[in-house]
Structures are given as structure tokens and as C-alpha cells.
């Protein structure tokens, strides 16, 4: 977060039937003569329906803007994101008083994803802001942009995540950690296989730290050494399950600070859809 530097600013996401012997037979005799590429039409056509396409990880970036250097809007990097099947996280960390929402270039609806979470420490001044696009449109150079409507030059971080082949958030938590060693997300529940995704957001007045995740999830992007005028510190990291379950994730971290941990689980479909079991 962000820290008072001597002549600088104050700084600071068909079935069809068939008969059952004609349908075995047919079965048997494509999946044996045919490559797999076609087996699902094989499957179709013995009136079996096959399985969805499981979710992946998809493009992913992230956009520091240093606090009084911030340019406005602030714009992502492009990404080239599946044409459809997807959908997109946004998180628009820093100051409060940036309230629009975002936009992008493909013409996609963002979702407010729970209420934003205000920083302590730092009198409401700052907070986090989660954002979804579900089932969403995609493309060559997609970016994702945010207008600046309170502070124009101030400090934002903007992770913009694509889970493919993703309709529906199947559960989320969000917590907020008092400074320790070792911080924890809530836990979120899985009906099938699914992305989780994690989002460690540290709330120390440090420009460098460390934030590791544990349990399987691997760092898809970071923003911990932070400019000399500061900025909001970040870690993205995910897991690809396999199956239904429940899972949560464990940040070790230096210097101990609070953290905003969100944990979200993206799903081709099942679960009770967003907001299901709330927040943490």
C-alpha cells in the first residue's frame, strides 16, 4: 500500500433413443474405427451426451499504476482471449473515490462481484473492487480498461484473468486476515472439475514482500516490488481440479501484514451459481 514520500503525492475480480443393442454396437464400432476427436459425435449419435469441456486457465495480465503516476484510464495489456466460452475476473484495487466500473473492448458486461472491501488502516481511503463477466465475448487483443473518476493520477492494480471454457462461479470467499506469518482464504466448494482461482492483496506500508500460496496453487502473476511512491501490492495464483471438493489456500508471507484473500471457483456449469453461499 502505499507510504508519504518528502515532495511527493500522499499515496497510498439432445437426446435422441435408440434400441439399446443397435446403440452398444454403433458405440463399439465408431470408438474403435474413428479418433478420439470424433468420439463425441459417436456418443451423440448412440444417444449419449457428452461431458463439457473441463475449465482451464486461460490469458491472464496484470496493470500496476504507481500512486500520483497512474495514467487515466487505466488500460490493461492486450490479451488474446477465446472468441467465446470464457469468462473474465477484474479486480480494481486503490483508491476509493475510482468508482466506474470497468469496460472493455469486446463489449462484455461487468458483474459486480460482492461488495469492495475497504483497506485498513488508511481512513476508507482505499479499497478493493471485484468484478466478473460470465460467459463472456472475447478476441485478439482484448483489453480492459477502467476510467479514474476520483483520484485521476492515483495508484490502481487491475488483474484481468480469463478461466475457459467457464459459466459459472460455483462458490467464492472472501476474507479479511490479520497480519501473521501465515494467512488464510475461506473455503469454497466445488461440485466438479474447476479453476480456482486465489488473490492475495496485502495491506502494509512495504515496497517489497513476498507472498507464497500453498496447497497445489501456482502464481499466475504478481506485483510485490512495488515503485518509490508506492502502489497496491498483488499475487494471483490458481488450481485446476479435477473433481467435486473443498478447497482453500494458505499465503506464507514477508513482511506479516493484513490481506484481503479472495478464492474463487469457476465451473462449466453445476454448484448453485454466484452468490450461492455468499462471502466469508
Same mark, same amino acid.
Given at each position: 500500500?502505499?507510504?508519504?514520500?518528502?515532495?511527493?503525492?500522499?499515496? =497510498?475480480?439432445? =437426446?435422441?433413443?435408440?434400441?439399446?443393442?443397435?446403440?452398444?454396437?454403433?458405440? #463399439?464400432?465408431?470408438?474403435? %474405427? *474413428?479418433?478420439?476427436? =470424433?468420439?463425441?459425435?459417436?456418443?451423440?449419435?448412440?444417444?449419449?451426451?457428452?461431458?463439457?469441456?473441463?475449465?482451464?486457465?486461460?490469458?491472464?495480465? @496484470?496493470?500496476?499504476?504507481?500512486?500520483?503516476?497512474?495514467?487515466?484510464?487505466?488500460?490493461?495489456?492486450?490479451?488474446?482471449?477465446?472468441?467465446?466460452?470464457?469468462?473474465?475476473?477484474?479486480?480494481?484495487?486503490?483508491?476509493?473515490?475510482?468508482?466506474?466500473?470497468?469496460?472493455?473492448?469486446?463489449?462484455?458486461?461487468?458483474?459486480?462481484?460482492?461488495?469492495?472491501?475497504?483497506?485498513?488502516?488508511?481512513?476508507?481511503?482505499?479499497?478493493?473492487?471485484?468484478?466478473?463477466?460470465?460467459?463472456?465475448?472475447?478476441? #485478439? /487483443?482484448?483489453?480492459? %480498461? *477502467?476510467?479514474?473518476?476520483?483520484?485521476?493520477?492515483?495508484?490502481?492494480? @487491475?488483474?484481468?484473468?480469463?478461466?475457459?471454457? &467457464?459459466?459459472?462461479?460455483?462458490?467464492? +470467499?472472501?476474507?479479511?486476515?490479520? &497480519?501473521?506469518?501465515?494467512? %488464510? %482464504?475461506?473455503?469454497?466448494?466445488?461440485?466438479?472439475? #474447476?479453476?480456482?482461482?486465489?488473490?492475495?492483496?496485502?495491506?502494509?506500508?512495504?515496497?517489497?514482500?513476498?507472498?507464497?500460496?500453498?496447497?497445489?496453487?501456482?502464481?499466475?502473476?504478481?506485483?510485490?516490488?512495488?515503485?518509490?511512491?508506492? &502502489?497496491?501490492?498483488?499475487?494471483?495464483?490458481? =488450481?485446476?481440479?479435477?473433481? +467435486?471438493?473443498?478447497?482453500?489456500?494458505?499465503?506464507?508471507? &514477508?513482511?506479516?501484514? /493484513?490481506?484481503? @484473500?479472495?478464492?474463487?471457483?469457476?465451473?462449466?456449469?453445476?454448484?448453485?451459481?454466484?452468490?450461492?453461499?455468499?462471502?466469508?
Amino acid at each position: 500500500m502505499s507510504i508519504a514520500m518528502p515532495g511527493a503525492p500522499a499515496g =497510498r475480480w439432445t =437426446r435422441r433413443p435408440v434400441p439399446l443393442a443397435s446403440a452398444l454396437f454403433a458405440a #463399439a464400432v465408431c470408438f474403435a %474405427s *474413428i479418433p478420439a476427436t =470424433r468420439a463425441a459425435e459417436a456418443m451423440s449419435a448412440a444417444g449419449e451426451v457428452p461431458a463439457a469441456a473441463a475449465p482451464t486457465l486461460g490469458a491472464h495480465t @496484470l496493470l500496476g499504476q504507481e500512486d500520483g503516476y497512474g495514467a487515466n484510464p487505466a488500460v490493461t495489456a492486450p490479451i488474446d482471449t477465446q472468441a467465446s466460452g470464457s469468462s473474465f475476473l477484474v479486480f480494481n484495487a486503490g483508491h476509493a473515490s475510482n468508482t466506474d466500473p470497468p469496460t472493455d473492448n469486446k463489449g462484455n458486461a461487468w458483474s459486480p462481484l460482492g461488495a469492495p472491501v475497504v483497506y485498513h488502516g488508511y481512513d476508507g481511503a482505499y479499497d478493493l473492487k471485484a468484478y466478473t463477466a460470465l460467459g463472456g465475448h472475447g478476441g #485478439a /487483443g482484448h483489453v480492459v %480498461s *477502467i476510467v479514474k473518476n476520483g483520484n485521476s493520477s492515483g495508484e490502481l492494480t @487491475l488483474p484481468f484473468i480469463e478461466v475457459r471454457n &467457464a459459466a459459472v462461479i460455483a462458490d467464492s +470467499a472472501e476474507v479479511y486476515a490479520d &497480519a501473521a506469518p501465515q494467512v %488464510s %482464504s475461506g473455503s469454497v466448494t466445488t461440485t466438479g472439475p #474447476a479453476v480456482l482461482v486465489a488473490l492475495w492483496w496485502g495491506d502494509g506500508f512495504y515496497l517489497q514482500q513476498t507472498a507464497v500460496p500453498d496447497n497445489g496453487f501456482t502464481v499466475a502473476d504478481e506485483f510485490l516490488d512495488l515503485p518509490p511512491n508506492s &502502489a497496491v501490492q498483488c499475487v494471483v495464483a490458481y =488450481r485446476q481440479v479435477a473433481a +467435486a471438493g473443498t478447497w482453500r489456500v494458505s499465503w506464507t508471507q &514477508a513482511p506479516a501484514q /493484513g490481506a484481503i @484473500l479472495w478464492l474463487i471457483a469457476l465451473q462449466a456449469q453445476g454448484g448453485d451459481g454466484i452468490f450461492a453461499n455468499g462471502f466469508e
